[in-house]
Every structure is written in structure tokens, then in C-alpha cells.
């Protein structure tokens, strides 16, 4: 699996949209982008994930460049409640499934 | 809530000790993935199971087995424990779509 790069923190003003950027840039064709979250020893929590396109969901936003080289997770209006760890994942979906996760944006929101 | 159950949630136990953790998946899903989440190593895979047969293996441990039982819930089994087996341990679940969704997971803590 290629590898990602995040910055190891930030934070972000509360109601504002918080934007995560990634670093995939040995990212192949066929791998896609996840990303997941962690708030204090939950459970990861899924997020979004794209290939190609970008991509929305009721959480979150995903912006793929177009070379794939990067991308940038927007939380369109932050909430204290999303203070979490957020981890890039460049993924394969082959029969080995499994995740790997480095070590994240520790995202703070401040009221 | 992710729908996958993890049981118990804590656990105390002691040195050379064997303890069983166990998981259930959300309804549907077939896969079953179990994590491991120390201090100093963050959140490593250790294995996955598909309909009942081992798919994938990461940096699990001799000492640890797990399996995936005909009801599809799992049980990781660590045995022999020595005080760095200290972590959080998470069960995910999967179908087709690939996400993974992670149960709240298990504190375990030897002393």
C-alpha cells in the first residue's frame, strides 16, 4: 500500500470547515482513498473513501487531485464533537483487506 | 453506533494468564478483522477471517489465535500474556462495500 503523509495536528475554529490535506504521492491506479477517525479510544469510524472523483457524504467531503498525488478531507462545519484523530489510508481492495494506519491529524475544534 | 459488539469490555488480568475476547459482526457482514491499539504502536492489523477461513495475517503474535465460528462471531484468544500485550483491541466487520466498522472495543490490562 502506498504511503500518506498528514500533518500531526491542527485545529480548527468551531462552525468553520476544517480542511485535512494528505499526502498519497506513490499512490497507484487502482488504489483508493480513505479516511476514518478516532475519537479519544472509540472505535475507528468510517468516513468517506474515493478512487478517482470527488466525492460527498452526509459527513464529510473528499477532494482527489487530479493526478491522485494528494488529497483534502473537508468537514464542512466542525463541531466540538469532531475533535478526533483522522487517518489517511491508501488502500487496495484486494482479498487482503487489511487497514493501515499511521499516525493521523490529531484535529482539535475550539469553541 | 457501528452495529459490531465487542465483548468484555474491559479486562484485568495477570501476567502468563490466557484471556478470550469476542465479536460480533454487524448483520450481513462476513468479514471479521481484529486490531490491535498500544501506546507506542498504534493501531496494527493483526487478522481477518471470511465466512469462517483465515484471509489475511499481520504482525499477530504465536501466542494469539483467533477464529470465526459458523454464527460468524469471533474470538481472539491471547495466551501466555506478558505485560505488553496492554492495549486496546478492536473488531471490525466488513461486506462488500469495503468499509470497515469497528466495534468499541477491548481494553486489556495486565499486571
Known amino acids: 500500500d502506498a504511503k500518506t503523509t498528514q500533518p500531526p495536528s491542527m485545529d480548527c475554529a468551531e462552525g468553520r470547515a476544517a480542511n485535512l490535506p494528505c499526502n498519497h504521492s506513490?499512490?497507484?491506479?487502482?488504489?483508493?482513498v480513505y479516511w476514518y477517525r478516532q475519537i479519544h479510544s472509540q472505535g475507528p469510524q468510517y468516513i468517506i473513501h474515493g478512487l478517482k472523483n470527488n466525492e460527498t457524504n452526509e459527513m464529510a467531503s473528499l477532494i482527489i487531485t487530479e493526478d491522485r498525488k494528494s488529497s483534502t478531507l473537508i468537514l464542512p462545519h466542525a463541531t466540538l464533537r469532531d475533535t478526533a484523530v483522522y487517518y489517511c489510508i491508501v488502500f487496495y481492495k484486494s482479498n487482503d483487506y487489511k487497514l493501515s494506519f499511521g499516525a493521523g491529524t490529531t484535529v482539535t475544534v475550539r469553541a | 453506533d457501528s452495529g459490531v459488539t465487542q465483548t468484555p469490555k474491559h479486562l484485568i488480568t495477570a501476567t502468563g494468564q490466557r484471556v478470550t475476547l469476542r465479536c460480533s459482526p454487524r448483520s450481513g457482514d462476513l468479514s471479521v478483522y481484529w486490531y490491535q491499539q498500544s501506546l507506542d504502536q498504534g493501531l496494527q492489523f493483526l487478522i481477518q477471517y471470511y465466512n469462517g477461513e483465515e484471509r489475511a495475517k499481520g504482525n499477530i503474535l504465536e501466542r494469539f489465535s483467533a477464529q470465526q465460528f459458523p454464527d460468524l462471531h469471533s474470538e481472539l484468544n491471547l495466551s501466555s500474556l506478558e505485560l505488553g500485550d496492554s492495549a486496546l483491541y478492536f473488531c471490525a466487520s466488513s461486506s462488500w462495500g469495503y468499509e470497515q466498522y469497528f466495534g468499541p472495543g477491548t481494553r486489556l490490562t495486565v499486571t
Open positions: 506513490t499512490i497507484s491506479g487502482n488504489e483508493y
